[in-house]
């Protein structure tokens, strides 16, 4: 099931991120700079996550 995410990001002048919080934590940040992101996402299941660092394991 896919869940979704919704950050507040602000960007320099290089185009790197400076800031990604949450909207509910943006309270004392000024945010006429910050960009509105909504993203969605399919997260892993415990037995993928404990797979993956088996498998990053072996590489070493």
Known sequence: MKKKL???LKF???GQV???KSPSL???CNSKGCEHMT???YPY???EIEE???NSDRRT
Do not use: A, G, R, V
Request: some cysteine; hydrophobic content about 20%.
């Open 39 to 41: 993203l969605y996402y």
């Open 6 to 8: 919704i950050l507040n």
């Open 18 to 20: 400076e800031c990604s």
């Open 12 to 14: 320099n002048n290089q």
């Open 45 to 47: 299941s415990k037995k």
């Open 26 to 28: 943006c309270k004392e």
């Open 52 to 54: 993956c660092f088996k």
